[in-house]
């Protein structure tokens, strides 16, 4: 199967579009397909616990249903560590949640590297 990088944007302050991208990334792991997701900007504002347990899209689902399949099924999740820092969002955030904080060096290696990307 291919590999897909999910480059999100938009944060809690548009749950409809927040929501759909990590559905999506949820329906490319469900058909078999490796998923990348990379937080950044006001995306990263979507890890924390309440955040993400309580945000839901107008005909998108919930975050915190879409998030759990992504990673149970194999995804990857990328958080951008400068949009983290602007943002306050510290290690008591990211507890339990598997990720990896990176840079845009990490970003451009996965859009070279991957066979297709989405931006939200």
Do not use: W
Request: charged content about 15%.
């Amino acid at each position: 199967m291919s590999s897909l990088l999910v480059h999100v944007t938009c944060g809690p302050e548009n749950p409809t579009k927040a929501a759909l991208a990590f559905f999506v990334a949820a329906a490319a792991v469900e058909a078999g397909h490796q998923v990348h997701v990379f937080l950044a900007g006001d995306a990263v504002q979507l890890i924390r616990e309440p955040t993400r347990t309580g945000l839901v899209g107008l005909g998108t689902g919930a975050l915190q249903e879409h998030f759990d399949k992504v990673f149970a099924g194999g995804g990857r999740l990328y958080l951008s560590a400068g949009s983290c820092a602007a943002r306050g969002i510290s290690d008591a955030d990211l507890q339990g949640v598997p990720h990896e904080k990176a840079g845009p060096p990490m970003l451009v290696r996965l859009v070279m590297e991957c066979d297709h990307s989405i931006v939200y």
